[in-house]
C-alpha cells in the first residue's frame, strides 16, 4: 500500500517515522511547504521531498494519505483527497465545527474511501491496559474519571496554534485527546460546564462532563506549563480504582476492595511490552482496516462526538453555566 503525508511538521515526521516501519506500506512522498522540513521527513522514510501537493498525487498515485496539517487546513485538504478515491488518515481534531466534520465523513462515504482521525491515546498502553481492565470488570462500574494533560505552550507553523480560529485553543487541540477517552469509557456526554483562562503564552481549562446515572469526568487541560509534558487519569469504580501518573511510572495502579477491614491491595499492572510507538500501532490498526474493512477502534462518529463537546466547554465558559452537548 503506497502511503503519503503531507505536512512535515512533529505530527508529520512521525508519521514518515512509522511509514517506514510499517510491513506492507511504501512510503510514496512527503510534501510541505518548507522545503526543508519536508526533505528531513521524506529521508526518515526513503522517499521523494515535494512541496506541492498536486505534484506529489500526480507523480506517487497514493493509496492512503496522512494529513498532518494544521487543524483548520484538515476539511480543505480531506474533501479534495476523497473526491481523487483515496483513503485518508487525518490527525485530529477531525475539524473545528461538528458540521465541517460531518461533510468530511460523508464525502468520504460518497466516494467509497475510508476516513481515520488520530485519537491516539486509545492506543497508548496505560490508557488502552485501564479500559481493558475496566470493561473486564476489575472495579465494578466506572463513576467518576480525572484526567490530566499538561505540556508547554505550542509554537506551530506561522504560530497557528495561537489563532483560536484555526486552533480552537488548548481544549479542541489538547484535551480533545481526554475527551476522546471520557467518551470512550463513559458514552456521550449530557452536559458540560467548563472554565478557561487565556493570557499570553498560557491556555488553562477545567471542564466537568456529566453522563447518566450521574457519573461525572473532570478534565484539566494546560497550555503553558513550565515543567516536562505529563498526563494523569484516575478512574474510579464501585469496587475500586485505578490511577496512572506518567511522571511516577509507566504502569496502571488498579486498586480493588477486598473482604479484609483494612482495606484493598495495590496491584501493579504494567504498560504492555511496546517496540513501537502507540503511533505506529495506530497507524498499523488504520491500514488493517483499509485491507479488511473492519470498523476502526476510533471512527469519525467519535472525533465529531470530541469536537462538539470541545464546542460546547468553550461555549460554557463563555456563558458561565452548564450546557448540553448538541450532536
Known amino acids: 500500500m503506497r502511503l503519503s503525508i503531507i505536512g512535515a511538521g512533529t505530527m508529520g515526521s512521525v508519521y514518515a517515522n512509522n511509514a517506514a516501519k510499517l510491513p506492507g506500506v511504501t512510503p510514496a512522498g512527503v510534501c510541505d511547504l518548507d522545503l526543508e522540513r519536508a526533505q528531513k521527513a521524506a529521508e526518515v522514510c526513503g522517499t521523494k521531498a515535494y512541496t506541492d501537493i498536486d505534484e506529489l498525487l500526480s507523480v506517487e498515485t497514493p493509496d492512503v494519505v496522512c494529513v498532518c496539517l494544521p487543524t483548520y487546513l484538515h476539511k480543505e485538504y480531506v474533501l479534495k483527497l476523497s473526491a481523487m478515491g483515496i ?12 458540521e465541517d466534520a460531518k461533510e468530511m465523513q460523508e464525502a468520504c462515504e460518497r466516494h467509497g474511501v475510508r476516513l481515520f482521525i488520530g485519537h491516539v491515546v486509545r492506543f497508548f498502553p496505560s490508557y ?32 497557528w496554534y495561537s489563532d483560536l480560529r484555526k486552533s480552537g485553543g488548548v481544549v479542541m487541540d489538547l484535551m480533545i485527546h481526554d475527551i476522546d477517552y471520557a467518551c470512550m469509557v463513559m458514552g456521550k456526554p449530557e452536559s458540560v460546564f467548563a472554565q478557561i483562562s487565556r493570557a499570553e503564552g498560557m491556555d488553562y481549562a477545567q471542564v466537568s462532563l456529566k453522563f447518566s446515572g450521574g457519573r461525572m469526568a473532570s478534565l484539566t487541560a494546560f497550555w503553558g506549563y513550565p515543567g516536562a509534558f505529563h498526563t494523569q487519569f484516575e478512574i474510579t469504580g464501585t469496587q475500586g480504582i485505578i490511577r496512572f501518573n506518567s511522571n511516577e511510572a509507566q504502569s496502571v495502579d488498579i486498586k480493588v476492595k477486598t473482604q479484609s477491614s483494612g482495606g484493598g491491595e495495590a496491584v501493579q499492572v504494567p504498560s504492555s511490552p511496546a517496540n513501537h510507538d502507540p503511533y505506529y500501532y495506530e497507524l498499523k490498526h ?42
Open 87 to 98: 483513503h485518508i488518515v487525518c490527525e485530529k481534531p477531525i475539524a473545528l465545527s461538528v
Open 128 to 159: 488502552a491496559n485501564a479500559y481493558k481492565r475496566l470493561q473486564s470488570g476489575h472495579i465494578g462500574e466506572a463513576g467518576m474519571m480525572h484526567l490530566k494533560r499538561y505540556g508547554s505552550y505550542p509554537k506551530g507553523y506561522n504560530g
Open 286 to 327: 488504520f491500514i488493517g482496516c483499509i485491507q479488511s474493512g473492519e470498523q476502526a477502534l476510533v471512527t469519525a462518529e467519535d472525533a465529531s462526538l470530541a469536537v462538539a463537546v470541545a464546542l460546547a466547554a468553550e461555549q460554557s465558559n463563555k456563558l458561565g453555566q452548564p450546557v448540553e452537548v448538541s450532536i
